[in-house]
């Protein structure tokens, strides 16, 4: 069964290429991200029939802990997958704030690890732990997070954290899941150790399908299994020749300027994933389209995740189904109230008359 999910803008959000976290280059939001709104984008995913909303982390959005918090309680089946920065707090608190957030929200949280990939964000934070050291200080941190959700009492004494006599007073009854995502070589190995669910950027489905067969050998190598889970744009309308007049609007909102902004604060980062997406463009707006509706312009601006699929409804349900072994979609677009309302429509079947190619 492929589980679908929808796209919580945080830093706010509009009808132009909003930035994820830290605006560089992106367009400026034009909606506020209040509680009100945010309840009406997450109310608007749970009604297309979204199993859960991604909720960003980063010094251009709001705490996503704090907001999902209040968001859950404006929901009632809606999960929060709420993304979290290891190592910016204690894997031992957050065992205990995942506690409360399953008490108060009737066991609907998920957990999205974000190691870290922009070196000058990371330190305007106060952590100065380069690269590969970010992802084993990951490593220990979610170790240390299952173990204190068991209920039991332990100690951990490893190179970033050392616990004595940790542990919830009684065994979480609802884990969260964890999802991780990172193309690096340290990223592979933590995910393929710790994670639930390992998040990929939309890519052609044969770059994919090679992480796919890839990160299962390296869980397999640990006896464990992976779901994976794909993070991509989605431009749908009733044809094509709409969805493709659709990014074209949106290309022509990014200027020169924006896009030289953005393009700049990406080369500097020390992400391998950021640096695959980037690749994806070139920094140029020549020859976007990288596979049969697969279209990289929203990275010219975007951090992150930074293509989309772009057609009709049955188009976008096609390119779907080519990701052989992705378990899970994440999809966005903008404004992220209107679209999360019109890609369930679209994509998930909830329009009369479509036959879902995924079941």
Sequence with gaps: MTTFHWFLPTTGDGDQVGAATVAAGAAAHVRTPTVAYLSEVARAAEEAGFASVLTPVGAGCLDPLVMCTAIAQHTTTLRMLVAFRAGFTLPTLLAQQAEAFQWISGGRLALNVVTGGDQQEQRAYGDFVEHDGRYARTAEYLQVLRNTWKGERFDFHGDY???????????????????????????????????????????????????????????????????????????????????????????????????????????????????????????????????????????????????????????????????????????????????????????????????????
């Excluded at 969260?176 to 190995?189: H, K, L, V």
């Excluded at 609007?249 to 300027?257: C, N, S, V, W």
């Excluded at 293509?307 to 979609?329: C, H, K, M, N």
């Design 161 to 359: 954290y050392h616990v004595e006599c940790g542990g919830l007073g009684t065994p979480l009854a609802d884990v969260p899941p964890i999802y991780f995502g990172g193309a690096s070589p340290a990223a592979e190995d933590v995910a393929a150790q710790y994670a639930d669910v390992y998040l990929m950027w939309g890519e052609p489905p044969a770059a994919i399908a090679e992480r796919v067969a890839r990160m299962r050998a390296k869980a397999a190598a640990h006896g464990r299994t992976l779901r994976f889970g794909l993070r991509v744009h989605v431009i749908v309308r009733d044809d094509a020749d709409q969805a493709w007049a659709e990014a074209d609007r949106l290309l022509r909102g990014m200027d020169p300027g924006r896009i030289a902004a953005a393009q700049a604060r990406f080369a500097r980062m020390d992400s391998v994933g950021q640096a695959r997406m980037t690749a994806l463009n070139a920094g140029t707006a020549d020859g976007l389209v990288i596979a049969p509706n697969l279209w990289a312009g929203i990275g010219l601006v975007r951090e992150g995740a930074g293509t989309a699929l772009v057609g009709s409804p049955v188009e976008i349900r096609q390119r779907l189904a080519e990701y052989e072994g992705v378990d899970e979609f994440i999809l966005s677009g903008w404004p992220h109230l209107e679209e999360a309302h019109r890609v369930g429509e679209a994509v998930l079947s909830r329009k009369p008359g479509l036959t879902p190619v995924l079941a």
